[in-house]
């Protein structure tokens, strides 16, 4: 590690870059939680055709 201060790891920015990977990964987590869902409600009937349809899957 140098002695200098490397902009790159300032607070600011590392605070920046923990706000984006939480926001991708309870993007991903939601998008797993639509998929298993939806898997759950295919098994119930025609209904979760149209649901799905109208949820834009």
Known sequence: MGTSPNP???PDRI????EET???????LDR???RVT???KRRRG?????AR?????
């Open 8 to 10: 790159s790891n300032s």
């Open 15 to 18: 605070a920046g870059q923990i």
């Open 22 to 28: 939480r926001a991708r990964l309870t993007e991903d």
């Open 32 to 34: 797993l939680a639509d």
């Open 38 to 40: 939806a898997r759950a």
């Open 46 to 50: 025609p209904l979760a055709k149209l």
């Open 53 to 57: 349809r109208a949820k834009g899957g």
